[in-house]
């Protein structure tokens, strides 16, 4: 889906029917219903944001794909161990283990997605509030 | 939210905001396919 996001962009096409043939093509589903919408059944928009998260902050189990910040990462570690303390979180103690004995707290680096339809950011989105970044080329901005 | 969110295919717990630190105020909306988990929540499809 990049792939196809990237051909778009670098060849500005903008007619939807154009693109949903560039999906099909990929073997994707179609990007847009017949009403131009996104095609509800099949995407969803979601907010990403890059975060640091401990074991604590997630629901069960590793997450598939990780990138942990291991004890080669001590300084990132004592960071997030001090942002913790910092955020009122009494004797957050993050722990590299005890040998065999293990009691590792794990520390993983990646991006959260928040599906932006259940969201307070989407509740904006949709309502038409959401903040929007004057460009050069937006009658509105200020030159 | 945050229970709703996913990380590397995990969802996050109630308490996720206050375990998690982020790097930077930047969010980017982006658009993806979507499959649906054990919970019936509508996930990312990598």
Redesign the interface.
Do not use: C, E, Q
């Given at each position: 889906m990049e792939e196809v996001e990237d051909w778009i962009r670098a060849n500005n096409i903008t007619d939807k029917n154009e693109i949903n043939n560039l999906y099909v093509n990929a073997s994707l589903p179609p990007k847009y219903n017949a009403k131009g919408e996104l095609n509800p059944r099949d995407y969803d928009t979601f907010a990403a944001i890059q975060v640091t998260v401990d074991d604590k902050a997630l629901k069960g189990g590793k997450p598939q794909f990780k990138d942990e910040v291991t004890e080669a990462d001590s300084q990132e570690r004592e960071l997030f161990e001090e942002t913790m303390l910092k955020n009122g979180i009494k004797d957050y103690n993050l722990s590299d283990g005890w040998g065999f004995f293990g009691g590792k707290d794990h520390l993983y680096k990646g991006t959260v997605f928040i599906p932006i339809r259940d969201s307070v950011v989407g509740s904006l989105v949709n309502s038409g509030q959401a903040p929007k970044i004057n460009l050069p080329s937006d009658a509105n901005s200020i030159n | 939210?945050?229970e709703?969110?996913?990380?590397?295919?995990?969802?996050?717990?109630g308490?996720?905001l206050?375990?998690?630190?982020?790097?930077?105020s930047?969010?980017?909306?982006?658009?993806?396919?979507?499959t649906t988990d054990s919970s019936g929540n509508?996930?990312?499809d990598?």
């Open positions: - | 939210m945050w709703k969110a996913t990380f590397g295919g995990t969802r996050f717990n308490n996720g206050s375990h998690a630190i982020l790097h930077s930047d969010m980017a909306l982006v658009t993806l396919p979507v509508r996930i990312p990598f």
